[in-house]
Nanobody, 124 residues
Framework: QVQLVESGGGLVQAGGSLGLSCAASGRTFSSYAMGWFRQAPGKEREFVAAISWSGGSTYYADSVKDRFTVSRDNTKRTVYLQMNSLKPEDTAVYYC?????????????????WGQGTQVTVSS
């Protein structure tokens, strides 16, 4: 069992930056691919970014590529999402997710565990 707790959401002006963290419980954190998804009001949840269990591979949605960076620290059982050059369309609830080993499945939303979400609001 893995429990995920996100933090770091908030309100920021367009063009600003915000960092999210996701702390995971469980002894096998390093075996999980980790990722971020988001859901805006009235829209379906969408993939944002993912990182492999080793941190050696990362994937991004086209809409956030070159603006967002996903990273992880397995010693701290934490995954991060650094968001730069934020736009109003980035406003959403951001969810952390975990998938045992299979990062490809994670990018399709087939995750084993989900966090409760943290709100990110970007004002224009």
């Amino acid at each position: 069992q893995v429990q995920l707790v996100e933090s770091g959401g908030g309100l920021v002006q367009a063009g600003g930056s915000l960092g999210l963290s996701c702390a995971a419980s469980g002894r096998t954190f390093s075996s999980y691919a980790m990722g971020w998804f988001r859901q805006a009001p009235g829209k379906e949840r969408e993939f944002v970014a993912a990182i492999s269990w080793s941190g050696g591979s990362t994937y991004y949605a086209d809409s956030v590529k070159d603006r967002f960076t996903v990273s992880r620290d397995n010693t701290k059982r934490t995954v991060y999402l650094q968001m730069n050059s934020l736009k109003p369309e980035d406003t959403a609830v951001y969810y952390c997710a975990a998938k045992l080993l299979n990062i490809a499945a994670m990018t399709r939303g087939l995750c084993d565990y989900w966090g409760q979400g943290t709100q990110v609001t970007v004002s224009s």
